[in-house]
T-cell receptor, first 114, second 114 residues
Framework: GESVGLHLPTLSVQEGDNSIINCAYS??????FIWYKQESGKGPQFIID?????DKRQGQRVTVLLNKTVKHLSLQIAATQPGDSAVYFC?????????????FGSGTRLQVQP | NAGVTQTPKFRVLKTGQSMTLLCAQD?????MYWYRQDPGMGLRLIHY???????AKGEVPDGYNVSRLKKQNFLLGLESAAPSQTSVYFC?????????????FGPGTRLTVL
């Protein structure tokens, strides 16, 4: 079925390097995407969002890129820090569901090596 | 503001027992949601509510019931717990918006059914 998915279950990077976490979606009705960070034992925490009328959005040390042609988005984290170690989820919101629910991918675990 | 709170934080049940999980939010949000998260997986929507007195089924509603008697509270009930319901349960809330749907999550309830 149509769903949000992730390419890599685990990503290991060195402290100070840049991290790129990828996400694919298949539903053309998806026009709003959110990246969440989930630390161990905690609930998901909003990082950044992007609407389909944008290709790129930047936050503090994070950038989200959206490629609607291939239905792919990525989260880039600059100068990765140990505190960035967590599971990252992309979630899609679809206009055809009246925006009443998010569909989450299975997550990518980011491990930052000191 | 406390944001989204959940009680209890942990619970162990025997098969066939019942329990209610309580979610409360102080952000005056219209929408509230219950998700479950199984190990190594993303969040799956159980039930949601778009306003006081209304509820709707999500992706995995079987075995659960919900009630939204007050705008700030959303209750999740298990009438006859089964081991397959062992999971971490997250509540979330969001403002009603046709433009976006950022959800704020609680800390989770870890439920074990023996």
């Amino acid at each position: 079925g149509e769903s949000v998915g992730l390419h890599l279950p685990t990503l290991s990077v060195q402290e100070g390097d840049n991290s790129i976490i990828n996400c694919a979606y298949s539903n053309s009705a998806s026009d709003y995407f959110i990246w969440y960070k989930q630390e161990s034992g905690k609930g998901p925490q909003f990082i950044i969002d992007i609407r389909s009328n944008m290709d790129k959005r930047q936050g503090q040390r994070v950038t989200v890129l959206l490629n609607k042609t291939v239905k792919h988005l990525s989260l880039q984290i600059a100068a990765t820090q140990p505190g960035d170690s967590a599971v990252y989820f992309c979630a899609e919101n679809r206009r055809d569901t009246g925006r009443r629910a998010l569909t989450f991918g299975s997550g990518t675990r980011l491990q930052v090596q000191p | 503001n406390a944001g989204v709170t959940q009680t209890p934080k942990f619970r162990v049940l025997k098969t066939g027992q019942s329990m209610t999980l309580l979610c409360a939010q102080d952000m005056n949000h219209e929408y509230m949601y219950w998700y479950r998260q199984d190990p190594g997986m993303g969040l799956r929507l159980i039930h949601y509510s778009v306003g006081e007195g209304t509820t709707a089924k999500g992706e995995v509603p079987d075995g659960y019931n919900v009630s939204r008697l007050k705008k700030q509270n959303f209750l999740l009930g298990l009438e006859s717990a089964a081991p397959s319901q062992t999971s971490v349960y997250f509540c979330a809330s969001s403002a009603s918006s046709i433009l976006y749907n950022e959800q704020f999550f609680g800390p989770g309830t870890r439920l074990t059914v023996l």
